[in-house]
Structure formats: structure tokens, C-alpha cells
């Protein structure tokens, strides 16, 4: 089983819906990072959070630390939103901190 | 502009020829890592270095080098590359360890024949 789980694995939606990717993780972790990746490959940080809740536009991630799941929300989505949306935590052990990644959410926003 | 360069984007190479896939940021970070990426096995942590001389391996360190000589640089070396380590590779910095936001570089897309 992977450290850290994401559902769905694919999401095809209609322009303007309310969308959700979740995250579940089995271990203890220091930080929890939203990641998208749009063809082409580039990837950028959308969020890192280590409690609550976090809002950067049509964007919201949310972590619960006790239930050890994370949501990535988007509001009134757009075709450019597709890409795919990457989970993955920080783990700080006594040789240092590495990440661990989900294997990805491949979301398509129709027009 | 804060970023993460990766070079070469595209490189294909001959079983055992060594290669260097450079890796440089201006933000002044401390820490910095190399990861692969491959279809149905996700991103996956090469070697990381907490700073300079400092480094450290990740989950799937074996055919892989690195060092950190100076803050900004952290080259990863293939000495003897083999078909297998075809993938994608992506370099990422943060200030301090990754409880701060991560950058990414763009990638690099290698093939070995």
C-alpha cells in the first residue's frame, strides 16, 4: 500500500463545476504539498499546509492532521485547470526530510 | 525571477556513456533534491541535500550521483546510465527543508538507448 493515496485517479468535468481531489496518508508528516502539473511536464506548487485551511483563488486545500486526509478544492473550473494534481507530504525523520508523492489526479475540464 | 533551471530539457545517450543533468537556483535555498518520474510509479525521490555538503539518498538512489559543492548547484551524475533510468527527472529547491513551498525545475526528459 502507498504511503500516500489519492482518489480519484481520473476526474472528467463540465466547465463551471465544483471539483474535489482527495488525499490520504498513512504516515506522520511535517507538511502536506498540493502539486499541478500541466502538459509539457512543468510542475508547480499550488499549496503547502501543515493545518486548517488555505484559499489562493478558485483554489482551496484543506488538511485534517487527526484524520490524516487532505482535500484540494476548485471552484467554477476551467478547461485551463486541466492538468494533473499531485499530493505529496513531507516526512522529517532523523536523516533529514524527503517527500513522498501520490500518483497523481489527471483532471479533464470540458468546455 | 526566482527559479529553478534544469539543462539539458531533452537528452538521449548510449548505454554507459556518463552524463550530468545540472541543476541551479537563485533563491538562496538550502535545500534541494532530484526526483524521477515514471508512469504508474509516480515521482519518486532520488537524493536530496539538506546543504551545502550535505547530502543525503532518497527512495531510489542506486545509478545515481550527486554533490553539492555550492549553494545554488546540485547536479545529479549517471556515471554508467542503463536503459532503466529512462525517465523523466525534475530538480526542486526549498528555504529550508520541504515545510516550506517547493519550486520545481522544468525537467528533464532522458532516453537511454
Known amino acids: 500500500k502507498n504511503e500516500v493515496e489519492q482518489s480519484p485517479q481520473n476526474l472528467t468535468a463540465q466547465e463551471g463545476e465544483f471539483i474535489t481531489i482527495n488525499c490520504s496518508y498513512s504516515v506522520g508528516i511535517s507538511a502536506l504539498h498540493w502539486l499541478q502539473q500541466h502538459p509539457g511536464g512543468g510542475i508547480v506548487s499550488l499549496f503547502m499546509?501543515?493545518?486548517g485551511k488555505k484559499k489562493h483563488g478558485r483554489l482551496i486545500a484543506t488538511i485534517n492532521i487527526q484524520e490524516k486526509h487532505s482535500s484540494l478544492h476548485i471552484t467554477a473550473s476551467h478547461p485551463r485547470d486541466s492538468a494533473v494534481y499531485i499530493c505529496?507530504?513531507?516526512?522529517?525523520?532523523?536523516?533529514?526530510?524527503?517527500?513522498?508523492f501520490g500518483e497523481g489526479t489527471q483532471l479533464t475540464v470540458n468546455p | 525571477e526566482a527559479q529553478v533551471t534544469q539543462n539539458p530539457r531533452y537528452l538521449i545517450t548510449v548505454t554507459g556513456k556518463k552524463l550530468t543533468v545540472t541543476c541551479s537556483q537563485n533563491m538562496n535555498h538550502e535545500y534541494m533534491s532530484w526526483y524521477r518520474q515514471d508512469p504508474g510509479l509516480g515521482l519518486r525521490q532520488i537524493y536530496y541535500s539538506m546543504n551545502v555538503e550535505v547530502t543525503d539518498k532518497g527512495d531510489v538512489p542506486e545509478g545515481y550521483k550527486v554533490s553539492r559543492k555550492e549553494k545554488r548547484n546540485f547536479p545529479l551524475i549517471l556515471e554508467s546510465p542503463s536503459p532503466n533510468q529512462t525517465s523523466l527527472y525534475f530538480c526542486a529547491s526549498s528555504a529550508r527543508t520541504m515545510n516550506t513551498e517547493a519550486f520545481f525545475g522544468q525537467g528533464t526528459r532522458l532516453t537511454v538507448v
Open positions: 505529496a507530504v513531507s516526512v522529517f525523520g532523523a536523516s533529514g526530510s524527503r517527500l513522498t
Open positions: 499546509l501543515s493545518s
